[in-house]
C-alpha cells in the first residue's frame, strides 16, 4: 500500500471534494482518497494506491475536476 498526500487549491464546499475524490478515484490502483477540506485555502488529499501513483496522472485528474494541485515544497 502506498499512501500519497497532495495539496489543493480552489476548493471552497462539498461539492468541491466530491469532484476531486471522483476523479482521483478513477486512477488506477486508487484504493481510497480522503479530502481535508479548507475553504478558501489550500486542502489537502490523502491518496491511498496499490502501487505508486504517477505526479503527472495526479495532477491532471485534479484539473479535470477543476483544481490545481500545489506543487511540492510551494
Known sequence: MTTTTIA???MTCGHCVSAVTEELS???GVQ????DLVKG???TATISSSTPL???SIDAAVAEAGYTVV???A
Request: proline share 5%.
Open 8 to 10: 489543493i487549491t480552489g
Open 26 to 28: 478513477d486512477l488506477a
Open 32 to 35: 481510497n482518497v480522503d479530502v
Open 41 to 43: 485555502g489550500t486542502s
Open 54 to 56: 504517477d505526479a503527472a
Open 71 to 73: 506543487p511540492a515544497g
